[in-house]
C-alpha cells in the first residue's frame, strides 16, 4: 500500500498539530496510508527521510518540510534516486528550489501541505512522462498517455492568478482523470509573469502548444522519431483546456492560432477562467495580480489588453466550452456568464452548474464529470 511521510525539520514554524490534522484529511481523502515524523536534528531528519522511501520500496513517498535551517535546507540540493518520489515543500516564498530533481512547492502556507501530498501521491500513481520544450525549468510538460490510441489529446494549462507560487500541480488530478478516460493529457508548466514578464508567459503556452507534434517517442525504441509521426497522438482533435488564469491563456492561445490560420486547437476550454482581464485590473482581482502580469493597468496598455482578454477578442474563430461553479467568486460568474452572453459570432457552450472554484477541476465533481462529457463528445465529433 501507498506510504506517505511527512517530515517536519526541527525549529520549522508551525503548529505541528495542524499540519497532522491537514495530513490526516489528505491521507483519508486519497486513501493511503501515511504518519507525521518530526525528527529532534538534522541528522535523524536525513536518515528518516532515506529510511521512509527506502523501507516501502516503490510505494514509499515524502513530503518533507525542510523549515530555514541551512543545514536542513542543504538537504535539498543533491540529486537523490528517488526524485519522483519526493516533494520539499516550503510555507514561505522562498522562491523556486532546484531541489535536486524532485519538486520544491512553495509560498502556499500550511495549505501547501494538502497540495505537496496530492502531487506526490498523483505523480507516483500516474507516472507521467516529463519532457522539456524549452531551455529553461519551468517550461516543461508531463504527458499522461493512455491505453488507446490515437490518442484525442487534451492539453492543460493550470491557473494560480499568473504568480509562481501555483504551478503544473494543480492539474495533476485531472491530467491523470483524462488519462482514464481515453485522452492523452499534456500537463503544462510555464514561466510565470510575476518572475518572468508577460511575453514569457504568452511564449511557452504557444511554445507548448506547438511540442505537441515534435514530441520524442515515448514508447522507444526509436526515440528520435517525433511522436507526430506515429499514431499516439490525433492531431485533429486537440482541446485546450485552462483553470482560472490558465482559462485566459487557453482562449488567448486558441485565438492567436484560430486568426492567424496556424494549425489549432477542435475546442478551448476555459474553467472559472479569467476572460475579462480589463474587469479583473478595475476590480482590483486578488490584489493587483492582472496588472502585475500584464505589466500595467488596463488604462496605461490598453492594446496589451486587447490582445490578452478573451472577451476583447472576440469573435476567437473557433469552438470553445465555458465552464463556472456557481459558488465561484461573483465577479468570475459575472465574466463567465457575460463572455457566454456576448459570443454569439462564435460557437460557445456555456455550462454553469453548482461548485466552486476547484471543483471544475476536481474529478469527483459533478461539474467536471459534465464537463470532460463535453469535451470528449465535441472532439469525437471534430473534423
Known sequence: MTTVTVLT?????????LLGELAGREFAALGVAGRVVSPPDTPSFEAAL?????????????????????EVRALMDPPRPYASRLVWLDLGVTGPHPAGGATHLYG??????????????HRAAARPRRVPYGPHPDQYGELHLPETRPAPV????????????????????????????????????????????????????????TALSTLPDLDLPDPDRPLGDRSDLDPARVAVIGHSAGGQLALRLAADLWQSGRP???????????LDLVECDLRDLSGGATAMALGGRSTEIPEEYARSSPLARLPLGGPQLVVQGAQDDPDLVDFNRRYAAAGTDDDVTYLERPGDHFDVIDPAAPIWDATAELIAARLRAAP
Do not use: C, K
Request: a negative charge; hydrophobic letters at 60%.
Open 9 to 17: 525539520a526541527p525549529g520549522l514554524v508551525a503548529d505541528l498539530g
Open 50 to 70: 532515506d529510511a521512509a522511501l527506502d523501507a516501502a520500496g516503490a510505494d514509499g513517498l515524502v513530503v518533507a518540510l525542510p523549515g530555514a535551517d541551512p
Open 108 to 121: 502556499r502556507g500550511a495549505q501547501g501541505l494538502t497540495w505537496a501530498i496530492r502531487h506526490v501521491v
Open 154 to 209: 487534451a492539453m492543460l494549462l493550470h491557473g494560480g492568478f499568473y504568480r509562481s507560487i501555483w504551478a503544473a500541480d494543480l492539474m495533476d488530478a485531472l491530467a491523470a482523470d483524462l488519462a482514464a478516460r481515453g485522452f492523452a493529457a499534456w500537463n503544462v508548466a510555464y514561466r510565470r509573469p510575476d518572475r518572468h514578464g508577460w511575453a514569457a508567459t504568452v511564449s511557452d503556452v504557444a511554445a507548448a502548444y
Open 264 to 274: 489549432a486547437p477542435a475546442l478551448a476550454v476555459s474553467l472559472a477562467g479569467l
